[in-house]
């Protein structure tokens, strides 16, 4: 099993950063493909970023170039980076694990962290 905890979200003018952590705790961590999800309100939950054991990533459209995730996984720890923040990223942001590769549905995730919310003014 792997436990999820997030923090390091706010609020934040648009063109502001922010830096995002996800803890984990369990023995199946350095194993692990890690996600980063965001749900607006009244939206669905969608994909962020992702990255594998060894650091692969992959982002979507709309993040690409602003948001960065890495992993320390002696630090059993994901970051999620984000530059040049936008209203439109306004959201709450979970961090969630599963094994073998990235995948964007969030049914694919076995685990969950509570999420923490990130609130971006124009």
């Known amino acids: 099993q792997v436990q999820l905890v997030e923090s390091g979200g706010g609020l934040v003018q648009a063109g502001g950063s922010l830096r995002l952590s996800c803890a984990a705790s369990g023995r199946t961590f350095s194993s692990s493909v890690i996600g980063w999800f965001r749900q607006a309100p009244g939206k669905e939950r969608e994909f962020v970023a992702g990255i594998t054991w060894n650091g692969g990533t992959s982002y979507v459209a709309s993040v690409k170039g602003r948001f960065t995730i890495s992993r320390d996984n002696a630090k059993n720890t994901v970051y999620l980076e984000m530059n040049s923040l936008k209203p439109e990223d306004t959201a709450v942001y979970h961090c969630?694990?599963?094994?073998?590769?990235?995948?964007?549905?969030?049914?694919?995730?076995?685990?969950w962290g509570q999420g923490t919310q990130v609130t971006v003014s124009s």
């Open positions: 969630a694990a599963r094994q073998g590769s990235i995948r964007v549905s969030d049914a694919q995730y076995d685990y």
